[in-house]
Every structure is written in C-alpha cells, then in structure tokens.
C-alpha cells in the first residue's frame, strides 16, 4: 500500500491531496453553513429548518420524522438548488474579477489545509508522527502567508460590483484584515520563544507544538492555553476578526450593508463565498486548537500516548495499538475538537452584538496589538528567566 | 521539471512586472503586483528558501498589496490621470533614469558577476535560524537603518495626519 503510494508520480500524489482536501472540506464547509443555521435556531428557540426530506427515508416510520426535524437534508437541497440557479451576472461588473473573486476565495482557504496536521499515529518505539499532506518547517508562516491571501476575494468582489455597498464592505475588509493580522502573529510568538529551546533546531512546525503538548508530567502535559492565556486571547479574537465571523463581520454587516462584499452575487458563486469563509474557520479553529489546545491529544495532561496505553492495560488487544487505529482515533480526536470550536464561534455570534467599524478598528490598534506586544515581552523575559541557554 | 517550473515563475514574474507600469488601470496593475510576487516566491521555494517564500507572501502579498487596493480604493483613482507632470517631477525622473541607465550600463561594462552560488539563498533563507542569525549579526546595521527609516516615515505620516489645530480627534 505505502509502496503504491510512494511509486506514483509526484504530480499525480499532488491531485490526489488536493482532491481528498476538497472532498473532506466542502462538505464538512457546507454541514457547518447547515449547523449554523440549526444552532442558530436553537439559540433563538426556533426550530430551525425542518422540513426538506428524501422520499425511500421518510417511508421509515420514527427515524424519518427525527431526521426531518434534525434538518439534515436541508444541505442536499441548499447544495442543490445553489447548484442549478442562474447565475446572475449583474451588467454594471467588471465580469474579469467578478468571476475570479468566488474562486480567488476558495484558493487560499483549501491551500492552507495541506500544511496542517490533523493527526497522528506512534511508531513501535512510542515515537510520534504527525499526519499532514505536506510536511514543511516553516508550517504555522506557511498558513499566515497564504491565508492572508484571502483578503483579496473580499476586495475584489466588491470593488468588482461596482456598486455602493459591497465598495464599502471591500474596503473595510482591506482594513480590518491587515489590522488583526498583526496582533494574531504577534500572538503566537510567545508559544514559538517557548518550544524552540536553546539548544534545539528553531522550527515554525504546528506538529512539534503538539509533541511538546504532550509530553509526560504536570508541565510538559499543561496545553499552552494554561500556560500562556493572554496568547491564547489574543490569537481567537483576531482569529474571529480575520474569519470574518460575527461580531467582526464587517465586510458582510447585513444590518448595514445589506450583504456586504457579496451583495451582488448570486448562486454558487455566493455559496463559493461561505464555503471559503467555514473553511477558513475550520482551519482557523484547528490551528488554534493545535497551538493551544493539546492538537490531538484527549485531555489536558494526558496524551494520545497515555489514552492509548490505557486502553491497551484495559484491553490487551493488539489492534489498540496498531498505527491505523491510533492514526483514526487522533483524526476523531481532532475532528471533535475542531467541531467544538466550530460551535463556539457560532455561540459567540449569537451572544456578542456586532461591534461598529470605528470600535473594531481601535479594538485591534488601540487594545488588542499594545496587549500583544506586552504579552511578548513579559513571555521573552520569562522565558529567557526559565531557559537556561546550554 | 525544475526548468519548466523555473520558466514558468520567471515568466509569471516579470510579466507580472510589466504588468504593474503598463496598466493604466490601477486595480489591475495591483493585481500584477500580486502575481509578480507570487511568481517571485515560486522562485525562492525552488532555491529551497522557504522561509523567505512565506515572508515575502506574508508580508507583500499578504499586506502590502492589500493595502495598495485600499488606497487606490479610497482614492478613487480610475483612469483619471493625464500626464500633466510637474517640470520638476519630468527633470528628476529624467535624472533618475539616466542615473539607472549609467548604473546599468557600468555594471555591464565592468562589472563582474561572480557565478551565483544557489545554495546560498537556501542556506539562509530556508530556515528560521539560520536567518535570524543572519539578521542579528553581519546584516545588524542595515536592519536598524530600515527600522529607522521606516519610523521615520510613520511619525511623518502621524504629523501630516493631525488637523491643524485640533487636538484630540473628534469621534
């Protein structure tokens, strides 16, 4: 099997990384736009939506009807009808970037995935190896770099509909974006100073910030949440700024600007637009969580290692602790957490008011880059105070 | 393999390049700009100088380029512009591209090219280290004088910003 995978031509193995990414984020992108809508309601003590089903299912007497309420089937039939609406194409557009800026949306957001690790397995000797599509050292810069990308799907589709309120919302996108840029990679800083010990090759790897997560003992298992809280801060409100995410949805700011960047698209082009929004969130959350929540590991102070020892004294079986086992249950492991995460920001939308532009653009100068660049230096000296150079 | 994907980013380059003086439509020479750089940093991935590829995305690509759509945005500067220099700006864009040429032209005559070493880039600018390093010892002085220059041009910006007379802006 490995040796299969290995004999295939280099740029083959690269389409079927790229085939798997979108194969596993648009759906998983389009059951979060369903989720939002159904948590939403339950937010609102409202149903939500309950109605759309499948003929051969809603024949099953009681399973039908749960199904029905849950709303599940409401993503075949928005998948559906997005896909076979006409496709406006307003005549006041520039048609060049009005066309490119859906697709110039989704680049980024799938690019990102590749160099995020969401797994892992043990080798024999207890040693971890981390499961990503590409390995590369500069990893956490890789994701910043091209996500930043992103911004230009924004501007450009609403300086691409010529018209008065996507303009509003592109420019305020530009604005934003490059503000909480700064406070969220200054953020981070404090976890790189931490995990690149004198002594050690620097590295910028998400994979080894999870292999210092989970680490034997009280401080080596303590997720860097604990140990670094104001980071930890820093890192998910511009996280929720640069994903666009109510209360910092200004580019949108229906209240406002009716819809924002994307009020003259339609169709699947408009539906690009939130897949590439949730898949910014997916791995937003999972970048967060691997830097400040134990990555794959269960719980705080007990690791993928511990969880599999423990399972294998219960059990004795010895497919506890073959690679494929422990490789899908650090994926689930994972998945759950990212999940979890994908919840939270739509609890916040629904509990925090959408802040005004004015508000957001001093949040991030004014209070939340001083409180990072603070935050660096306090962890730069305690850090340097607790690392004894070799 | 690596030819066609050098001729490729080289050609993704400086077409971008070209791109960015020719356009009379500001948006689109940005967006050159953009594929310029992207062009670039296909380059610097090919030297194995992957760390410079992400900064140069992160920090141009990323930020820079964003913020040139948001002037040009707030500007409004569509097609508008005539060639009504200054005589002022005509002589010394004149002076300055004699400057450039005398320069070229010198380093084509006399100058000497050592032949490029490719590892040097990756050497450096592959990893985070081994650049920082870089950065703290023999390149110390030029690295102080852009910070400088560049706080320099913020306090300019802070001055020129300020309405005369008022203290505390408004809100």
Known sequence: ?390 | MAHVLFNCFALLTIAGAVGVVANKNTVNAAMCFLLSLVGLAGLFVQLDAYLLAFVLLLVYAGAVVALFLFIIMLLDTQGRQKWDFSKLAVFTSLVAFGLLLAGLGTFVKRGQLEAPNPNAAGGVGAALKPYAYQLFTTYLLPVEVMGFLLLVAMLGVIVLSRKAGAGEDAP
């Open chain 1, 1 to 390: 099997m490995l040796d299969l995978w290995n004999n295939l031509h280099p740029l083959v193995q690269g389409l079927i990384k790229g085939l798997a990414v979108i194969l596993v984020i648009f759906p998983l992108a389009g059951a979060s736009s369903l989720a939002e809508r159904k948590v939403s309601a339950w937010m609102q003590g409202r149903p939500g939506p309950n109605r759309a089903m499948v003929p051969w299912i809603a024949w099953i007497p009681f399973l039908s009807t749960f199904l029905r309420r849950l709303g599940l089937f409401h993503l075949l039939a928005d998948g559906g009808k997005l896909l076979f609406k006409e496709e406006p194409l307003p005549g006041h557009v520039n048609k060049l970037y009005f066309i490119l800026a859906p697709v110039i949306a989704m680049m980024p957001a799938f690019t990102t995935v590749t160099v995020v690790p969401f797994g892992a397995y043990l080798t024999g000797s207890g040693e971890m190896v981390p499961l990503m599509l590409a390995n590369v050292d500069v990893g956490l810069l890789a994701v910043f770099a091209v996500s930043s990308l992103g911004v230009y799907s924004l501007i450009l589709a609403g300086w691409a509909s010529n018209s008065k309120y996507p303009f509003l919302g592109g420019v305020r996108a530009s604005a934003q974006l490059i503000s909480y840029e700064l406070s969220m990679t200054l953020s981070v800083v404090p976890v790189f100073l931490w995990i690149n010990a004198p002594g050690t090759a620097g590295t910028m790897s998400l994979a080894r910030v999870v292999e210092f997560q989970s680490q034997p003992g009280f401080w080596g298992g303590t997720w860097f949440v604990f140990l670094m809280p104001v980071s930890a801060f820093i890192f998910l409100v511009s996280l929720f700024a640069e994903t666009n995410r109510q209360p910092f949805d200004m580019a949108e700011s229906e209240a406002d600007l009716v819809g924002g960047f994307h009020t003259e698209f339609g169709a699947f082009k408009w539906s690009l637009f939130f897949v590439a929004e949730y898949s910014h969130m997916l791995v937003g959350s999972g970048v967060f969580i691997l830097l400040f929540l134990g990555g794959w590991n269960p719980l705080p102070w007990v690791s993928l290692a511990d969880l599999i020892g423990g399972l294998h004294r219960l059990t004795h079986a010895a497919a506890v602790v073959h690679p494929l086992f422990v490789g899908v249950l650090s994926i689930v492991i994972f998945l759950v957490k990212v999940l979890a995460m994908i919840f939270f920001f739509m609890w916040i939308r629904w509990t925090i008011p959408r802040f005004r532009y004015d508000q957001v653009m001093k949040l991030g100068w004014q209070r939340l880059l001083p409180l990072a660049i603070g935050n660096l230096v306090f962890y730069a000296l305690a850090i340097a105070f607790l690392q004894k150079p070799v």
